[in-house]
Every structure is written in C-alpha cells, then in structure tokens.
C-alpha cells in the first residue's frame, strides 16, 4: 500500500534532486474553495444535515474511513495534489486532526451546499464563501507564523487555486426558493453569479493568489437525484435537458469571464476546467469508460438518497462502486472522480506543471 501511495511524489523528488529543484516550487500546495464537490470534511464540524462522515461513505478511501468527503473515497483534489507531487488528499481546515504543518502543503475550505451566492449557504445552514475567505485568511496568519512571512508569500502566490462551486445557486437556490426566480429570470441569475464569480476571484487576488482554476458546472440535470425527479413527475428517465441547458450556458460565460481576467489582472493566471463535457462521455457511454451503471447511484436505491439517507444500514447499496458513475444522487464515485482530474490534468492544469 505504502509503495503505491507515495509513488508518484517519489518520483517527483527524484526528478526534483537531479533538476537541482526547479520543480518544486511550481505549486507548493493546493488551495480549495468551493462546495461539496470538493469539501474534504469542513462541514464536519457544522450543525447541518448536510454531512457524509459515516460509512458507508468513505469506505474507499484510504484505511476505509469517513471524512466528510460525499464520495466512497478520493474527490478531484485529492487526485490533482498527488497530480502536483504533493500529498494524495487535501485536509480540510476545520478537521481537528490536523494543523498548519499539514495545511502548509495544501488546505481545503470547502463546504458541501454552498453557492456563489450568500442565499444558498443558508438553505442547508452551511459555510458561505465570504466565511470561507475569512478562513483563508487565518489560514495565511498562521502561515507566516509556522514558516516566516516570506515563505509564506512565496506559498501563497505560488499555490494553484481550486475553485469548484455554482451547481447549488441553481438546484438548491434558483429552482427551489421561489423569491429567487421572481426576483431574475434564469439568464439574469447567471450574469448576477458572474458578477459575484469576478468579485471572489478579485478578492483572493488582492489577497495574493495567481494560479486558479475555475471550475465549470457539470451536466446536473443528469444526476441521479434529477434523473429520479424527471421520472416521477411522468416525463421518462432521461436526464432534464434544461438543467443541462442552463450549465452549458453558464460555462460560457465562465470561460468568457476567465478570458477576461486574464486580460484586466496583472500577473494572474486563471484556467477554466470545465467538466460538463467528459463528464456526458461517461454518462452517454458508461462502458467506454469502464462503468455499468450511470442513470442511478451505488448507494441505496442509487435514486434520491444522500448524506443521512445513505446509511451502513442500507441493503440496497452496491457492492462495488467501480461500476458506478454515481455514488450517491448528486456525487461521482471515486473512480469518475479520478477520470474527471485526469482530464483536468492534461487540458487545463497542465499549464501549472
């Protein structure tokens, strides 16, 4: 387990000794904000229903154990650390276990349910992004506490930004709280995400991030908890093509948002890493991609059940997630996980390598 664990990163420090170390300081550490798509275990340590820290939740992942992470193991950060020479997961900042040593080499901030937007943290009583810059600059105290201002202005500027939210304005925010679609049609609530996209990414600018990504949305009217939804309310199985619609579009305007800040931000690097398309491939042709399963989920009924509802005590949850595309009904398993961070890898962090 050891020798497989820590094989690239050995690698890595091979390759780094004889380059003389030039390697190295590319990215020191990942940094992570966003929302369930990437919380390692923040909400943990919330009074919130919106938690996984049980099994069978992370029953992959490494000595089988729950995190909080809503997968039966590793999350794209994960992945994208190790993908650096860094360490194979991300800690989350709140997790007790651990401390600024260990959020020296990368530090998540993340919290499952939350949006762009203030109003969708507060539907499942979650961290909203201004909280989780206000942890990022905690973070950067006890940064230049632990290694010296100096080292940690060259952490802070060199660490590559993972910034993964939005699928929750829309599912839990703009198509669940009446007062939000009285108030924008669904374009409009694009162009005010935008907006509050640009102010975030301006904000941890000022604060001396340079290398981001910004992640797309995903093709969320094909997750399960929506197939289910289509379902039930008697339009068929298929995924909800307007939701779809919706993602597509808003990732436009992300990617012209990203063009954009490059242009207007001196000495900023930001890369749209979008998902949506790779992640159809596997939907629309799960076998191609080494899955048997990709309309409903492995845990429970695969149809509506997440976090509390996906209990050890289920019998219905499979037995090998591999075969899966979903874990539960709104998250990938490990292994599409570990497809999707691939993909990032070659055609959009490649640039940070």
Not at 84 to 91: A, D, I, Y
Not at 96 to 121: E, K, L, Q, R
Not at 156 to 182: H, W
Request: charged letters at 15%.
């Amino acid at each position: 387990m050891a020798a497989s664990l820590f094989g690239p990163a050995c690698f890595l420090l091979l390759l780094f000794i004889i380059g003389g170390g030039a390697a190295a300081v590319k990215v020191p550490a990942v940094i992570v904000f966003g929302d369930s798509s990437v919380d390692a275990g923040n909400n943990n340590q919330l009074s919130t229903m919106l938690k996984s820290n049980f099994r069978p939740y992370g029953r992959d992942f490494f000595g089988g154990r729950p995190t909080g992470r809503f997968s039966n193991g590793r999350i794209p950060p994960d992945f994208i650390s190790e993908g650096f020479g860094l360490r194979p997961f991300v800690p989350a900042y709140l997790d007790p276990a651990y401390n600024i040593s260990d959020f020296a080499g990368g530090v998540c901030f993340a919290s499952a349910g939350t949006g762009f937007d203030n109003a969708t943290s507060n539907v499942l009583n979650v961290i909203p992004l201004w909280k989780e810059v206000e942890y990022y600059k905690d973070y950067q105290t006890k940064l230049k506490s632990y290694v010296g201002d100096s080292k940690a202005k060259s952490i802070i500027n060199e660490a590559l930004y993972l910034i993964s939210l939005g699928t929750n304005d829309f599912l839990e925010n703009y198509y669940t709280i009446p007062s939000t679609r009285s108030k924008y049609t669904v374009d409009q609530f694009q162009d005010f995400l935008i907006g509050l996209v640009e102010s975030f990414v301006k904000e941890i600018y000022g604060l001396g991030a340079r290398k981001i990504s910004l992640t797309g949305l995903p093709p969320m009217g094909c997750l399960p908890l929506e197939r289910s939804t289509n379902f039930f309310n008697g339009n068929g199985d298929g995924c909800m093509d307007g939701y779809n619609v919706v993602a597509l579009h808003f990732n436009a305007k992300l990617s012209g948002l990203v063009e954009k800040m490059n242009k207007e931000m001196k000495g900023i690097r930001v890369v749209f890493s979008n998902p949506y398309g790779v992640f159809m491939q596997i939907i629309k042709k799960p076998s191609s991609f080494g899955f048997e399963v990709a309309s409903v989920a492995c845990c429970a009924s695969g149809m509506f059940e997440m976090g509390y509802l996906c209990d050890v005590l289920n019998p219905f949850t499979c037995s090998d997630a591999t075969k899966y595309v979903f874990w539960d009904s709104f998250h990938p398993t490990q292994k599409t996980s570990q497809i999707i961070s691939d993909f990032f890898m070659k055609h959009s962090l490649h640039e940070f390598l």
